[in-house]
Nanobody, 118 residues
Framework: QVQLVESGGGLVQPGGSLRLSCAAS????????MGWYRQVPGSQRELVAR???????DYADFTMGRFTISRGNAENTVVLQMNSLKPDDTADYYC????????????WGQGTQVTVSS
């Protein structure tokens, strides 16, 4: 089973930037969605941004042009660049993969914490 390894969370001041990376443990074939969700305690996990194998992207409205998702330089990686971070962006961020070959079943990373605070 494919595993996802995340990196790049941490503490940043409001207005700062962070870069999250997610790498799949093996090659991904066929059509897929790969992206990031986030969750705060007591709330449902919500989509932040995702990219397809074709390069199409989806963003949550709250990203408002502040976040950019892209494929990383290494194969089977995605990168989420987050700029102009706000305290409301504080959450656990999870990498997600859905592959058509597996009926778009969710594969999740272990999560990485992002804290935006002065």
């Amino acid at each position: 089973q494919v595993q996802l390894v995340e990196s790049g969370g941490g503490l940043v001041q409001p207005g700062g930037s962070l870069r999250l990376s997610c790498a799949a443990s093996e090659a991904i074939s066929g059509f897929y969605y790969m992206g990031w969700y986030r969750q705060v305690p007591g709330s449902q996990r919500e989509l932040v941004a995702r990219i397809t194998s074709s390069g199409d992207t989806d963003y949550a409205d709250f990203t408002m042009g502040r976040f950019t998702i892209s494929r990383g330089n290494a194969e089977n990686t995605v990168v989420l660049q987050m700029n102009s971070l706000k305290p409301d962006d504080t959450a656990d961020y999870y990498c997600n993969l859905q592959m058509r070959a597996y009926s778009f079943r969710d594969v999740w990373g272990q999560g990485t914490q992002v804290t935006v605070s002065s």
